[in-house]
């Protein structure tokens, strides 16, 4: 028996009722509420298969200036003449309306089969799947900048061979057990909005590839208000979770900056972080428990209190694994009751160095807004020039500002730079909270700049995606790459990378680039820096690989500074060179011994995270379909 409420599907056993219109759901009820999500089955119906984001949102040039599309966005349907303007200044390009994009391959590369796993995953599941080749092309790829440019340039020869859908737990704890039988190597699948090459498809892997897509596996399975607690399958989209809690009058407040499109597997397996997490946590901080399926068994922790000491925390084996090691199927959360007030704000400081200052003295005070981020003066510019176009009265007033910084503050336009605030609360506690930042703020010569910059820097986080494939469009690569940082070395760090990038670029002779960085996360110890950097390459033969070169020579220098190799982004492919460093010889032997013991034939052979040497597969029988020795297992 089906119901339907609002967005959401109730599944209720038939010995069952369904609570009445309006009831809160409670762990009592046992029911289990499907959500009808914002992104269907057919990805492609709704997402672009070329790239970031709605079908219907994107930037786009008209008459010489760049416009943006779709009503998803407050920038919808407006001309930006100041970022034209900035396009044009930065890299000397004018915007070429009459470029296509690439359309969709005629062929698609020919599966690689497993006859007896067909069979039998015909024969005795229920699993949904498919052969076609547009099914296969959009979940051979996340959303690197290498993944979008190969995708254009029909350069993926290794894509999965069979897509599935499973709609449960059982259902994929079938589906391993099939895959590992018959040696048929796995890709779990959520949101597809992976930066680090965790998700593509390794080029070399001679198996049938079967990739796992979770977006089926979105159902609310309980919800306990007393302790605060809601249990939800790993396929369920960020906004869609969301939705559904707030009708409950509750939160999960995890929002990293792919969370319209990006999965709760998918942040529980690369340890995703979010823009509110003073305030809610990031996702080791809000995991209660989780459940994996591997190929020897499934892992979960059955206990649900707070804390347990009970040896190593089996959660923080799952949390980062990159679905190396298994496939996420559902977990517990914590959720808070929705804040009564959520207040914008924006803070102006004549330089990058006195706004790090402050976010120092905030951290060290434990006051926290939900979010507060720095940009330096680049990014604090390229916000400007993202302005639609203004009115007379608006740019009069706007010019006044300006001069009430330059000329009375005595501030340097090309040394000024900004934060972004969001407050989440009680009314007393956001007025508390904004009287302390703004005290601390004029401590180092900042000064509040308005509630609606705040909000508009907010919200612009979720567009920037989009400006990376009209960049590509118009012949420029760019990327964003993230770490963490001890304080006493952050102003250091981002000095440092950004010379290392403008070095680099000198030495290539790439004359137009933009180099930026901000401030993103704060904790006691250290914060989060987030790089965005891009160059023109309309006379370039290989553009990824000169963009690759020089951001693994930034990444060199985060390291030697400090840094860590990754905040939230993870290891994936494009970094895994790295990781034995990262965690010692000691620490990836025990992962890989991990590993073994989880997955002996290897059949999440991702990649990711530790590429070993050994060959973990020939203790596994050859496929049917590939008598000859399979590659070299990477992890």
């Known amino acids: 028996m089906a119901a339907k409420r609002n967005n959401v599907t109730t599944d209720v056993p ?6 009445a219109e309006g009831t809160a759901l409670t762990l009592d009820t046992r029911v289990s509420l499907r959500v009808d999500s914002v992104i269907p089955k057919k990805r492609q119906e709704t997402l672009k298969w070329f790239g970031w984001g709605y079908n219907d949102s994107q930037f786009y040039g008209q008459d010489g200036i760049i416009c943006f599309r779709g009503d998803k966005y407050p920038l919808g349907g407006c001309e930006l003449r100041n970022f034209t303007k900035w396009v044009e200044k930065k890299f000397e390009l004018t915007v070429d309306p009459s470029k296509p994009y690439p359309q969709l391959p005629q062929t698609y590369p020919r599966p690689v089969e497993n006859a007896p796993f067909l069979t039998e995953l015909r024969g005795s599941t229920k699993v949904e799947h498919s052969l076609e080749g547009i099914d296969r092309l959009i979940r051979c790829h996340g959303q690197t900048l290498n993944d979008i440019y190969s995708l254009w340039h029909n350069k993926f020869h290794r894509i999965p061979d069979i897509v599935v859908w499973p709609h449960c737990h059982d259902e994929v704890v079938q589906l391993v057990r099939l895959a590992h039988k018959h040696n048929v190597m796995m890709v779990p699948y959520g949101g597809g909005t992976s930066v680090s090459g965790a998700i593509t498809c390794p080029q070399e892997e001679k198996r049938t590839i079967c990739a796992l ?11 306990n208000r007393e302790n605060l607690t809601v249990c939800f399958e790993a396929g369920i989209v960020g906004q869609d979770l969301e ?11 995890h929002e990293p900056d792919s969370y319209e499109f990006s999965t709760l597997g998918g942040w529980v397996a690369t340890r995703a972080s979010g ?11 809000l995991v209660v428990r989780v459940r994996m399926v591997t190929p020897t068994g499934t892992l979960e922790r059955e206990c649900s209190a707070p804390r347990v000491s009970c040896g190593p925390d089996f959660n923080h084996v799952i949390l980062g694994s990159e679905g190396t090691l298994g496939v996420i199927t559902e977990v517990v959360l914590k959720v808070r009751p929705l804040p009564v007030v959520k207040r914008y704000g924006s803070l102006a400081f004549p330089n990058f160095e006195q706004g790090v200052l402050f976010m120092r003295e905030v ?96 919200i612009l986080t979720f567009v920037i995606a989009y400006i990376r494939d009209f960049g590509l469009h118009q012949g420029i690569v760019a990327e964003s ?11 250091l760090l981002c000095r440092s990378v950004k010379q290392r990038v403008v070095s680099e670029c000198h030495k290539r002779r790439i004359t137009f680039y933009t180099i930026s960085c901000r401030v993103t996360q704060t904790y006691d110890a250290g914060a989060c820096i987030y790089f965005y950097f891009g160059f023109r390459c309309v006379d370039v033969a290989n553009p990824v690989e000169l963009f690759e070169a020089i951001e693994h020579s930034a990444r060199d220098e985060i390291l030697s500074c400090g840094g860590s190799l990754s905040h939230h982004h993870g290891v994936g492919k494009i970094r895994s060179n790295w990781y034995r460093k990262a965690v010692t010889d000691t620490g990836s032997s025990l992962y890989s011994a991990t590993k073994r013991h989880l997955d002996p034939k290897n059949i999440f052979a991702l990649g990711n995270l530790l590429p070993l040497e050994e060959d973990i597969q020939k203790a596994a029988a050859p496929s049917p379909a590939s008598p000859a020795s399979p590659p070299k297992a990477k992890l």
């Not at 979770?214 to 309980?222: A, E, H, K, P, V």
């Not at 823009?275 to 901080?285: C, F, L, P, W």
């Not at 910084?405 to 340097?412: E, F, H, L, P, Y």
């Open 481 to 491: 790459f993230e770490t963490s940082v001890p304080w006493d070395r952050c102003s």
């Open 363 to 458: 951290a060290l005070r434990r006051c926290q807004p939900a979010s507060v981020r720095l940009m330096d003066n680049e990014q604090f510019m390229f916000g400007q020039a993202l302005k639609p176009e203004k009115s007379w009265w608006t740019s009069l007033v706007d010019g006044l500002k300006q001069r009430y910084v330059t000329a009375w503050k005595g501030i340097d336009l090309s040394e000024i730079c900004a934060a972004t605030l969001l407050f989440e609360g009680d009314l007393k506690d956001v007025k508390r909270q904004e009287a302390i930042i703004y005290e601390i703020a004029a401590k180092f010569k900042g000064f509040p700049a308005g509630g609606q910059n705040g909000e508009r820097g907010y």
């Open 213 to 223: 897509d979770t977006s089926q596996m979105n159902r609310l399975l309980w919800l």
């Open 243 to 253: 939705r559904v809690l707030r009708e409950q009058g509750l939160t999960v407040g």
């Open 275 to 285: 823009m509110k997490k003073n305030v809610y946590g990031n996702i080791e901080d």
């Open 14 to 19: 038939e010995s069952s009722v369904a609570p």
